[in-house]
């Protein structure tokens, strides 16, 4: 049985790979109709595929990581802090958010020039699509994207609301 985790990273893979007229795959680097290359032998497509779900994996987990960090130190700092006055707290909330913020936008441009590098030296054998040929690619079907995205929100109203309620308990 898949991992919730594991099923959203094969989810967003499989966005990466559509078919053209011919049914020969084409993978998209950047989901985009921009760039696309002709994906004709399954090892290559199975070195792609881990390739991609190992960026969106860390991906993924630094973006939750970030979201945490950048939610919860700054409010369980100034939950936990001794009676100080306002301004005080609010500079510790400042720096610490903006450190957080700082080291999380390096790890994702360090995952994205990765992945950028990566993806060329994999994609440098293969075929180029021209534009004829990204203009009629099929569509994905995705029927369990809104329900992902629903789970994704209501599990971060939870965590609000659970900060919220750690927040309300101490200051009472």
Do not use: Q
Not at 24 to 43: A, Q, W
Not at 89 to 118: N, Q
Request: positive net charge; hydrophobic residues 50%.
């Amino acid at each position: 049985m898949m991992s919730p985790f594991s099923r959203l990273i094969d989810l967003a893979i499989r966005s990466h790979f559509r078919k053209d007229a011919s049914g020969r795959t084409v993978f998209l680097p950047l989901i985009s109709k921009r760039d696309g290359y002709f994906v004709d032998s399954k090892p290559d497509e199975d070195k792609i595929r881990w390739f991609v779900k190992l960026y969106r994996s860390a991906m993924l987990l630094v973006t939750l990581l970030g979201y945490i960090t950048l939610y919860s130190v700054p409010t369980l700092m100034n939950a936990f802090a001794r009676p100080s006055p306002l301004k005080s707290r609010l500079v510790i909330f400042a720096w610490v958010s903006s450190v957080s913020t700082l080291i999380f936008l390096a790890a994702v441009w360090i995952l994205w020039s990765t992945y950028k590098e990566g993806i060329r030296s994999v994609t440098s054998s293969l075929p180029e699509a021209g534009p004829e040929v990204m203009s009629r690619l099929s569509d994905i079907v995705r029927p369990r994207r809104t329900i992902v995205f629903m789970s994704l929100a209501a599990g971060a109203i939870l965590c609000g609301a659970a900060l919220l309620g750690c927040w309300y308990h101490f200051h009472r």
